[in-house]
T-cell receptor, first 112, second 114 residues
Framework: KNQVEQSPQSLIILEGKNCTLQ??????????LRWYKQDTGRGPVSLTI?????NTKSNGRYTATLDADTKQSSLHITASQLSDSASYIC???????????FGQGTTLQVKP | EAGVAQSPRYKIIEKRQSVAFWCNPI?????LYWYQQILGQGPKLLIQ????????DSQLPKDRFSAERLKGVDSTLKIQPAKLEDSAVYLC????????????FGPGTRLTVL
């Protein structure tokens, strides 16, 4: 069964600290993996997209990694800011079907 | 470039009433999606259109939900009659043909069913 699981479910960190969010998937065949940021009351916004051959991709203070062998991805946030408070959703594209499999999201709260 | 537009942003109705949501995708995007996002969960695909044809509606509760995209641009999603468990955010997204180019989401419509 195609599944995407994220951990932790929620996370609280202090402003300026780093954090790492995890995404494990069992989607096959794999096409690509995206990380989205969803602010409260808004739709998700894409942060990064990675294909099978890409191990890491950065977008400012956000760095995503992908290990296609272990089917794991992580999103690392450096020097967190209050505006990073949001839900972060991992989404895997199941290649042939074109279906997107969504994780349940990790809710991050950055406190001053 | 204008984003995906949705209206209304918020809607409160009583159970058994009807409600409709509207979505205007990014210009030129052939594919349009409607998602249901229950609080604390990831979005769940309800229906996917390619132009004005339905590609996937396997998770659409067809006894009460309907959607159309008559001219291949705007789309409406209707719930009739609404149930308490329909309380959620309804997200519209669009993309060029296929998904490699990325999917862009609208702000969503938050529905509360009392």
């Amino acid at each position: 069964k195609n599944q995407v699981e994220q951990s932790p479910q929620s996370l609280i960190i202090l402003e300026g600290k780093n954090c790492t969010l995890q995404c494990n998937y069992t989607v096959s065949p794999f096409s690509n993996l995206r990380w989205y940021k969803q602010d409260t009351g808004r739709g998700p916004v894409s942060l990064t997209i990675m294909t099978f051959s890409e191990n890491t991709k950065s977008n400012g203070r956000y760095t995503a990694t992908l290990d296609a062998d272990t089917k794991q991805s992580s999103l690392h946030i450096t020097a967190s800011q209050l505006s990073d408070s949001a839900s972060y959703i991992c989404v895997v594209n199941a290649g042939n079907t074109g279906k997107l499999i969504f994780g349940q999201g990790t809710t991050l709260q950055v406190k001053p | 470039e204008a984003g995906v537009a949705q209206s209304p942003r918020y809607k409160i109705i009583e159970k058994r009433q009807s409600v409709a949501f509207w979505c205007n995708p990014i210009s030129g995007h052939a594919t349009l999606y409607w998602y249901q996002q229950i609080l604390g969960q990831g979005p769940k695909l309800l229906i996917q259109f390619q132009n004005n044809g339905v590609v996937d509606d396997s998770q659409l509760p067809k006894d009460r939900f309907s959607a159309e995209r008559l001219k291949g641009v705007d789309s409406t999603l209707k719930i009739q009659p609404a149930k308490l468990e329909d309380s959620a955010v309804y997200l519209c997204a669009s993309s060029f043909t296929g998904l490699r180019e990325g999917q862009f989401f609208g702000p969503g419509t938050r529905l509360t069913v009392l």
